[in-house]
Every structure is written in structure tokens, then in C-alpha cells.
């Protein structure tokens, strides 16, 4: 139903100059793009161990003209994505489809230097495109099936979907999962089996059966 203005006009848009220049302003003011809540449409990278790759995203804020009617928007192509690196230290955690995150938007065209890695001049004179947008991830996703946490009282956790977890707490850290090493394994303290009680054996103080009868003693320490 129209309301008898004008596109996004209102009662007091031609109420005087000041009211229309401060209209003008405000539609100007649309075509800046600065932030915007994004999903993730797919995905382009190497995955693992490679450089960072880019994703194809659509804002879901729809549009809307001064009637009300809503248009959503259609695909960004190319965003490159954030990696919490430094130097050659990096945590690699790539997004998914479906993912929902940020677009925040360049002031000017950074093709050329998405294309170089490095600095160089505009690729044009666009300004405030959403073609210029980096995507920062995780807002208003699901819970994760796996996670490093950081605890508020302390500690840590690593936990995956299998079931396994590492935490840490005043008392060392607890590992849940079984462990393959490839590799030596050094420890100053005892190695114990069991949960404690007549279960329990430790490797320093556990014995052999002697063939004789009986039980021999404990392993010689480097022997």
C-alpha cells in the first residue's frame, strides 16, 4: 500500500532546506557499505596446511524501498577470510558453507592487492564496494562439536567430535581418548595403571613372576 510519498521520502523530507539536504545526506549515506552480517555461501581454499582462500557470501539484511517491499541481495564473490596468524604461526580454522560472520568493507578497491599479496594502487575508483569486503566469522552460529575453550576459573580444554579431550587444571592436565606416540616418552615422576587401590601397579615398583615361584623385585633403574 503506498503511503503517498515519493520512494523513501518522508513528511518532513521537503519541509524546508535543511530537511531536504539532510534527505540527500541519509540516501547518499545508503551507498557506503561498511558492515555487513553475512552467511557464507561456499567456500574457495586449499584447506590445511596452504595459504587462506577467499569466500562467496550473502548479506541477509534484505533490501527495502519506501513501499516496504524486500529484495534480498545476491551472491559477493571473492572475500578473502580472516586466520588468526603471525608470522609462520598460525591457528587454521577455515570456514564453512552456511557459516554466519562479517563483512567488513575496504574505503577503497583492494583487488590489486588481494591479487599481490602486498601493497599497491586501487584497482579503481569504487569506493566502499562489497566487492572490498573481508569476512570475519562466527556470530550467530551453532554450538561447536569441537573447540579449544578457555575456562574462566583456568585452564584450558581441546576437545574433538570423537569424544577426546585435553584439560588442564591445578592438578596437571587430563587426557580423555586413547594416545598413540611415535617417539620416545620421558617422565620424572611414576607411570601408574589403575585408579588406586590393589588394582593399581606403577611401572617403578611393579614385579615379575619368577620362574622358580614367587615374585621377583621391581625393574634396576637403567637396566
Known sequence: MSNGYVGQTGLSSAGGEYNAHRFLVWQLLGLVGTVKVVKV?????????????????????????GQGN???HG???????????????????????????LAVIADRDISAVKSKRGQANPGSFRRFDMADGIFLGGILNAVPEQY???????GLKLADKFGNSLTSSAEGWALVG????????????EITKGL??????????HTHPDPQGGNVGPPNPGT
Open 41 to 65: 555461501i561456499a567456500v574457495h581454499a586449499a584447506g590445511g596446511l596452504a595459504v587462506g582462500g577467499t569466500v562467496d557470501v550473502q548479506p541477509l539484511t534484505n533490501q527495502i524501498d
Open 75 to 101: 551472491t559477493v564473490f571473492g572475500l578473502p577470510y580472516i586466520r588468526l596468524q603471525g608470522g609462520a604461526n598460525a591457528v587454521i580454522i577455515d570456514p564453512v558453507a552456511g557459516d554466519i560472520g
Open 148 to 154: 579449544v575453550e578457555f575456562i574462566a576459573d583456568g
Open 178 to 189: 586413547n594416545l598413540a606416540v611415535t617417539g620416545d616418552i620421558t617422565a620424572t615422576g
Open 70 to 72: 524486500s529484495t534480498p
Open 196 to 205: 588406586g587401590g590393589s588394582d593399581s601397579v606403577t611401572v617403578g615398583g
